[in-house]
């Protein structure tokens, strides 16, 4: 595509004005009439257009938000705009060229779609790129642009239509046995619920094709135990206050009498220790998302809706009893109110019409909403590794190059508190292993001084590496993705300058790059609640901690290891290697999970098949952990498979990229071969777009092109064994 080749010609002007009145009396003055007037949600905003068929005049008046502090709230000229025929591919096209659009995705205005071209772009004129819906209604978004959610962005205007999910399973090929399996679990109809979280399971794993089945209208606590008994990946349970009784919901009208309360009350909260009993079962075996009653209490009780009615207070508090109970099981994942909140408004999520004629009692947008989060806790996106963070404006207020060490402040008296926000929050991304590093334009010295400062909220021995010198921000990040071993799609760039974060994500496509929102705090708000969700985890294991340290430790082998050959060097490491047989944790399902360059096949598990996995006594699953006198790396690699008379076949086997260069690889399979006395392993190994470095080690060690069921013999395995230094030792 072309830009000059694009359909483009102005659709609008932008004025931001104060008040309603103030558009009145200037449609007054000029003549002009009002063509058409909206409301647009995600800038808080009135937007009054002027004008007849062709070019308007858009008068914008803030509700509140950024827009009502523009030009110091006195309002004014705020943008051009442009309509495009593809607003999609003109987003591609800017890409191209190392241009990012205001917005991760187009905002929906009325008939419209919109984006924004930042004035860092245009030398200060902001220009707003226009896509105008076809005359049938509004386009559905174009998946290559992101407007279908594939996670949830915390933004009630970007959830998935009904349309939508259609046109998703459509494409999806019919399930076939072995494909995923879910089992949903509610007592109304599920209709619209299954459609949402059918397409939003397919987006997520790629349109593979998703079998899910449902049980029986009304009888909840049977379809828990038609879950227990179906052979499947997960199960989705949403729970709704007539599954605890049927006179909490509207289809029994009957039982809203005041003496029935107490009755009401006791019976529900018995009937949710049976539930919770029915779903913890489940949990023990098979992964499960739990939604809790998320639609409003019907208006039975006594107090009026604005004060808490006492009745009503004690259901809801053994609810959430129960749900802390049920989200100690490994299997289990609760979803979390607040982030329905932020999607779906309480006040959007009944439809009682839908629920007394077709016992469906969701609007389309919860349901969409449900099937989104849903889908998210049953296949959720694994943890980013790391921040590169820039210092000026962002870790500190204030320029240390101007303001000197004491000018820079993070401080309410000096209203810059919201950057001791950030780095409380660093610092506690810190503590669960999150990898945080420093890109800054400024002086190496004076940099590390301000670093060493008492008051600081993020220790400095927790930045590692810190790049400061006055070169491109890109070559910094480089070098730091170099020191940590990671790719750039499991990092974040922050940086108060939208240049430098052009700069940085026009050389990292695939890196997640945000601008620190100097100066507004409710941005700052969303960023900080973002960057949890980004680096969030279940808990924090024993490689979390140790991570910093083990890379500070390579940057010491590194320089020991130049210094000498590659078999003195190891000789001199006085390496162990601890085997863990049979033993399976967390960490070995995260790191099969996650590793990319030296995994045998790509292939993903989940959660549910790792728990069979671990039961079945004919399948083994040997963890290695690794350390040296430069320190433990903990937890590098696990393989897996069964045996099968003196050959063992392996499908599963991994090793971390912290762990490259110790001839750890050679070791696993000759601890194979040893403690399972066989004469053969046969690799299920199959070509991926990263598994290059497992490739060439197999081209390597079994002297033949690697292929599918590439069997290695022992004799041959050892011919080209090189020498091995390591002590191993089994726990």
Not at 691 to 711: V, Y
């Amino acid at each position: 595509m072309e830009l000059e080749k694009t359909s483009i010609r102005l659709h609008h002007v932008g004025i931001v004005v104060p008040n309603r009145e103030r558009v009145d009396m200037l449609v007054d003055l000029l003549g002009i009439p009002v063509h058409h007037e909206q409301y647009v949600r995600d800038y808080e905003a009135d937007c009054i257009f002027v004008g007849r068929t062709g070019t308007y005049l858009e008068f914008i008046v803030p509700r509140g938000g950024k827009l009502s502090e523009f030009n110091r709230g006195l309002g004014g000229l705020h943008h051009i705009a442009l309509e495009v025929q593809d607003l999609s591919a003109l987003t591609r096209y800017l890409q191209s060229r190392g241009i990012r659009l205001l917005e991760p995705s187009s905002v929906p205005a009325g008939d419209m779609r919109i984006n924004f071209l930042p004035p860092v772009y245009t030398r200060g004129i902001t220009v707003e790129f226009v896509q105008v819906a076809q005359a049938s209604g509004i386009a559905a978004p174009s998946s290559a642009e992101g407007d279908i959610p594939s996670r949830s962005a915390g933004n009630a205007s970007t959830r998935m239509k009904l349309a939508q999910a259609l046109a998703v399973i459509q494409k999806m090929p019919p399930p076939r046995e072995g494909d995923y399996n879910i089992f949903l679990v509610c007592g109304f109809m599920p209709l619209h619920l299954q459609t949402f979280l059918t397409a939003h399971l397919g987006l997520l794993m790629g349109n593979r094709p998703i079998a899910m089945r449902c049980g029986l209208y009304g009888d909840l606590a049977g379809n828990l135990d038609r879950a227990a008994e179906e052979k499947c990946d997960a199960v989705a349970v949403a729970l709704e206050w007539s599954d605890l009784d049927p006179r909490l919901g509207y289809r029994h009208a009957a039982g809203w009498r005041l003496e029935q309360i107490a009755d009401i009350v006791q019976t529900a909260t018995q009937q949710m220790e049976r539930l919770r009993i029915g779903i913890a079962r489940i949990a023990r075996q098979k992964l499960l998302a739990l939604v809790l009653p998320s639609l409003p209490l019907p208006p039975l009780f006594l107090a009026p809706l604005v004060r808490g009615d006492s009745a009503a207070l004690r259901l809801e508090a053994a609810i959430l009893q129960c749900a802390s109970a049920l989200a100690a099981e490994p299997l289990l994942r609760v979803l979390n109110p607040t982030s329905l909140d932020r999607l779906s408004p309480t006040g959007d999520r009944l439809d009682l019409a839908s629920e007394l004629r077709s016992g469906f009692p969701y609007t389309l947008s919860h349901a969409s909403a449900l099937g989104q989060l849903l889908a998210e806790l049953l296949l959720p996106a694994g943890p980013k590794k790391g921040i590169i963070t820039d210092l000026d404006n962002t870790l500190w207020n204030g320029i240390l190059g101007e303001d000197g060490i004491e000018g820079i402040s993070w401080d309410l008296d000096r209203k810059t508190y919201g950057h001791a926000l950030y780095q409380g929050l660093l610092a506690s991304l810190a503590d669960s292993g999150v990898l945080l590093g420093v890109a800054s334009k400024n002086d190496p010295e004076l940099a590390a001084r301000a670093l060493r400062r008492e008051d600081l909220l993020i220790p400095a021995e927790m930045l590692f590496p810190v790049e400061v010198s006055w070169g491109a921000k890109s070559e910094a990040v480089r070098r730091i993705l170099q020191a940590w071993n990671v790719g750039p799609e499991s990092v974040v760039f922050i940086d108060d300058s939208p240049l430098e974060v052009a700069e940085v994500a026009a050389a990292f496509p695939a890196m997640d790059c945000r601008i620190f929102p100097t100066d507004n705090e409710r941005a700052l708000g969303d960023l900080l609640l973002e960057l949890r969700n980004l680096f969030g985890k279940s808990a924090v294991t024993e490689e979390d901690r140790i991570r910093l340290g083990s890379l500070r430790a390579a940057d010491g082998m590194a320089a020991a290891a130049a210094q000498t050959t590659p078999d003195d060097f190891l000789a001199g490491l006085e390496a162990e290697i601890i085997l863990q047989i049979n033993q399976p944790d967390q960490r070995a399902f995260e790191l099969i999970n996650k590793t990319n360059q030296f995994n045998l096949n790509g292939k993903r598990i989940s959660e549910t098949q790792w728990k069979a996995r671990c039961e079945d006594p004919d399948h083994f699953l040997v963890a290695v952990a690794y350390q040296n006198k430069f320190g433990p790396l903990g937890t590098i690699s696990v393989v897996g498979g069964i045996r099968r008379g003196d050959e063992l076949l392996v499908d599963i086997w991994v090793l971390s990229c912290r762990a490259f260069s110790r001839r750890i690889e050679h070791q696993v399979l000759r601890e194979l071969f040893a403690r399972f006395g066989v004469e053969s392993i046969n690799l299920d190994f199959l070509p991926t777009e990263r598994n290059g470095p497992l490739k060439e080690f197999l081209a390597r060690i079994s002297a033949e092109a690697p292929h599918p069921s590439l069997r290695l013999t022992k004799a041959v395995f050892l011919e080209n064994c090189p020498n091995l230094y390591a002590k191993v030792s089994q726990r």
